[in-house]
C-alpha cells in the first residue's frame, strides 16, 4: 500500500469519519425486536395443515421446508443442502443440511416423509396438488429424500417451500391427531425463531434461533400483534406502535396517506403473481370470432380499470401468463403494446367480422366492488364502439354456478399463480367439459394449446419451458380467449428505520433478514 502524505492522510480520515454514519445505517445490525400487524389470531401455529394467512405469518418464521424462494421466484436450498433430478424429470434427490429442531432433535429424512405422508397430504390444501403426481416418497438414509414422481411435474420444487410442506417433528406428531395436537399451539420447528409465547387474540411471540442451520436472524424477537379493526392497523403504524404492515390487511385507501408519511416507507409490487381475467364465452354468437374478442381487447382501457377500480394496486395485463414468471412472458406479444387502447380499431375490426349490435352479459361476484367498478367502466367503453354491456351481479355461488356453466358472457375472476403458472393458470387455458368450478369457463379448445400446456408444466428446466410458454404466448394473443385485465400488485408499509424486507418471494418469509437501521 502506498504511503500517504500527512494532508492526504487527514483527508481520507475525514472523510471516513463522514462517510461513517451512512454505512452504520446500511450495515445490517443484530438486536431489537419488530412488532408486525396481524388482522386476525392464527386458528393456530402448524403450516402443515392449514393455507390460513395468519398461520403461514407465524410458522413460516418458525418451521423449514426442503426449500424455499428466492425474490426471483427460483427455488433454493432451506433444509435441502442441494438436490438433483433424474434425466426423465421423474426422480427428485435431495440431500439435507445439519438441523436440529428448537427442541434439539435432530432432523432426518424421516421427518420429511413423516411430514409429507401423513400430515401434508391428507390436510394441506396445496400439497395435495403435488402429491397426486408423487408415487412415493423414501427415506433411503437419515439424510436422503427421495421423490419419484407419477409423471413429470415442474411445480413439484415450488410447491416443497415451508408455506405447502413444512417439516414437522416426527416424535411429537406420530401416534397423534395431527389436526388436534398440541405442538399446533406450541410449535417446534427448525426454522430461524422459535416459539415463545402466544396470548390468544392480542399477540404471538417467536424469539431468534441462535442454533438455526442458515445465517442466525438478526432481530431478537419478533411480536406478531393481533389488530382486527381495519382503521387500527395503519394507525399502529403512524404512531409507532408496530413495524410493519403488509397489504393483506391494509386498507387500500390508507395506502396514500402512509406514502405521505416520512417516517413510514410503503412500496408495491408483484411477490407471488395473480392475475385478473375477464373471460369470454367462446360459445357465444359473436365471441366465437376472434377478431370481436380482440376488438374488446382495443376496447377497454385498462390503465383506466386499474386506476379506478383497483386504486391503482396493479399493472394492465402483459400477456397470458402475466409478467410475475420471466420465463413465461414474451415481450413480442406483450398485450399493453400488441392491444394498446384503441377504440377506432376496435370499430374496425367488429366491422371486419361483419358483428353490430352485440349485446352481452356481464356476470360477477356481488361482493367484489372492485369487480363493479370495472363493470361500469367497461359498458362505458363498449358502447363506445356499439356493444351493449349488461351488468348481472350475483352471489358468489350463483356466479361460480353460472360461469362455469356457460351461462353469462363477459365475467370478471382472479386466480393466484400459486407460485407457477402450472399451478393456477394452465386450468384456464386447457380444453375441459364445462361445469367444473375455476377451470375453463370460456369454452376455449386448442389441441395446440393443450400440448404446449403439458409441455410447459412437464419440464423441470425454466429455459426449457420458455420455448412453449412463447408459442403459447403467441397463439393466445391473437386467439384472445379471456382479456388479462391487469397483474395484482402486493403493497407493504413499515417503519422508516425497518431493512430487510422482501428477501424471499412470499412477503410472511425471510423475516430473518429484517433489522433496524437505529437499534
Request: hydrophobic share 40%; charged share 20%; proline share 7%.
Amino acid at each position: 500500500m502506498p504511503w500517504l502524505n500527512p494532508k492526504r492522510a487527514l483527508f481520507v480520515l475525514a472523510a471516513l469519519l463522514l462517510a461513517a454514519p451512512a454505512l452504520a445505517q446500511d450495515t445490517p445490525v443484530k438486536g431489537g425486536t419488530a412488532i408486525v400487524v396481524l388482522g386476525s389470531d392464527p386458528e393456530h401455529l402448524n403450516p402443515g395443515i392449514s393455507t390460513s394467512y395468519p398461520v403461514g405469518a407465524v410458522g413460516a418464521n418458525v418451521f423449514s421446508g426442503l426449500v424455499r424462494l428466492a425474490a426471483s421466484g427460483r427455488p433454493e436450498g432451506d433444509l435441502a443442502e442441494s438436490w438433483t433430478v433424474s434425466d426423465d424429470n421423474l426422480t427428485y434427490t435431495f440431500k439435507l443440511r445439519q438441523a436440529n429442531f428448537h427442541d434439539g432433535t435432530p432432523v432426518t429424512s424421516a421427518d420429511v416423509v413423516y411430514s409429507m405422508v401423513e400430515i401434508e397430504a391428507p390436510n394441506h390444501g396445496r400439497f395435495k396438488t403435488a402429491y397426486d403426481k408423487i408415487a412415493s416418497i423414501e427415506a433411503p438414509d437419515a439424510e436422503t429424500v427421495v421423490i419419484t414422481l407419477k409423471e413429470p411435474y415442474a411445480p413439484l420444487l415450488s410447491l416443497l417451500s415451508v408455506f405447502d410442506a413444512p417439516v414437522l417433528p416426527k416424535h411429537l406428531y406420530e401416534g397423534t391427531d395431527p389436526l388436534t395436537n398440541a405442538a399446533n399451539n406450541a410449535p417446534v420447528g427448525s426454522g430461524p425463531f422459535k416459539f415463545a409465547d402466544w396470548v390468544r387474540g392480542e399477540r404471538v411471540e417467536i424469539v431468534r434461533n441462535d442454533d438455526y442451520y442458515l445465517e442466525p436472524a438478526l432481530l431478537d424477537k419478533l411480536i406478531f400483534r393481533i389488530v382486527p379493526q381495519d382503521v387500527g392497523r395503519s394507525t399502529a403504524l403512524e404512531v409507532g406502535e408496530a413495524d410493519l404492515l403488509w397489504g393483506f390487511y391494509m386498507p387500500p385507501a390508507d395506502l396514500p396517506r402512509l406514502a405521505a408519511d416520512k417516517d413510514i416507507n410503503t412500496w408495491t409490487g408483484i411477490t407471488i403473481p395473480a392475475l385478473y381475467f375477464v373471460f369470454i364465452n367462446t360459445n357465444t354468437p359473436g365471441l366465437d370470432d376472434a377478431r370481436v374478442r380482440q376488438a374488446i381487447m382495443y376496447a377497454v382501457d385498462r390503465d383506466q380499470v386499474v386506476e379506478q377500480a383497483q386504486g391503482g394496486l396493479g399493472q394492465a395485463g402483459s400477456g397470458p401468463f402475466g409478467a410475475g414468471f420471466p420465463y413465461a412472458y414474451d415481450e413480442a406479444t406483450d398485450y399493453r403494446t400488441l392491444y394498446p387502447y384503441d377504440p377506432a380499431k376496435a370499430k374496425e375490426l367488429l366491422a371486419e367480422a361483419g358483428v353490430t349490435g352485440l349485446k352481452l352479459r356481464y356476470v360477477y361476484d356481488s361482493a367484489r366492488g372492485a369487480f363493479a367498478a370495472a363493470g361500469d367502466i367497461m359498458r362505458d367503453q363498449l358502447k363506445q364502439v356499439g356493444i351493449d354491456l349488461v351488468l348481472q351481479p350475483a352471489e358468489r355461488a350463483v356466479m361460480v354456478d353460472r360461469v362455469y356453466k356457460g351461462d353469462y358472457d363477459l365475467s370478471m375472476q382472479s386466480f393466484t399463480s400459486g407460485g407457477d403458472p402450472a399451478i393456477g393458470y394452465h386450468r384456464i387455458y386447457h380444453s375441459a367439459e364445462p361445469g367444473t368450478p375455476f377451470v375453463n369457463a370460456t369454452g376455449y379448445a386448442d389441441p395446440d394449446v393443450d400440448s404446449w400446456l403439458a409441455e410447459a408444466g412437464g419440464l423441470a428446466d425454466q429455459n426449457a419451458r420458455a420455448v412453449y410458454y412463447h408459442l403459447l404466448d403467441e397463439k393466445l394473443s391473437k386467439d384472445v380467449p379471456v382479456m388479462v385485465m391487469f397483474d395484482e400488485l402486493a403493497s407493504e408499509a413499515s417503519s422508516a428505520n425497518l431493512r430487510g424486507m422482501r428477501t424471499l418471494l412470499d412477503q410472511r418469509d425471510g423475516l430473518e433478514f429484517l433489522w433496524f437501521a437505529k437499534p
